[in-house]
């Protein structure tokens, strides 16, 4: 249930990793059974493998895995989630290499911004701060080989969290729905 922050572990979780997260950035190598169940706020992002179950009564927020093997669909419960690709960012390098590299404190994107964009470079920066927090070498070659990586990352997002997102960002628009 935590509600804000940012919390990075060098090393695999156990069971009912982010269990009712509402609000944290968590980045984690690895994860039990039933990871992100009953979430209903902020980002996970797993660079390794899952339990079964995973995104069981996920309400809110996204989480990104990594999806090596091809196979997560078959153990992430689809009763209330999406999965899709995390679209490649045009601009994404171009602004790395601009910066350094280092999103840390130039121009980077508010990771718990509008979660319906800006997923290469959120996730891109989630890992770059768990490798400068925790030396994760795992990170370091998701980052130094990011142009293969990043394909095999799905994005989990609630059906009705990324309806409501879209029609709130409408209302602001003054554009009526549909």
């Not at 701060?129 to 142009?147: F, P």
């Not at 799905?154 to 009705?160: A, H, Q």
Request: charged share 30%; aromatic share 8%; hydrophobic share 40%.
């Amino acid at each position: 249930g935590a509600t804000e922050g940012e919390a990075y572990f060098c090393g695999v979780a156990g069971e009912r990793f982010a269990v009712r997260n509402s609000g944290v950035a968590a980045v984690v190598e690895g994860v039990g059974d039933h990871g992100c169940e009953y979430m209903t706020g902020g980002i996970v992002v797993v660079i390794g493998q899952t339990g079964r179950n995973f995104a069981a009564g996920m309400s809110g927020g996204v989480a990104y895995v990594l999806d090596e093997e091809g196979d997560f669909a078959e153990r992430c419960n689809m009763a209330m989630v999406e999965l899709e690709p995390v679209p490649e960012e045009d601009d994404l390098m171009e602004k790395l290499l601009h910066h350094g590299g280092d999103l840390d404190h130039k121009g980077r994107v508010d990771v718990s911004g509008d979660m319906t964009s800006h997923d290469e470079e959120r996730l891109y920066q989630l890992i770059s701060n768990h490798v400068h927090y925790t030396g994760s070498v795992r990170g370091r070659e998701i980052l130094d080989n990011w142009a293969a990586f990043r394909p095999k990352f799905r994005k989990i997002m609630p059906v009705e969290y990324r309806r409501a997102l879209i029609e709130m960002e409408r209302m602001r628009m003054g554009i009526a729905a549909e």
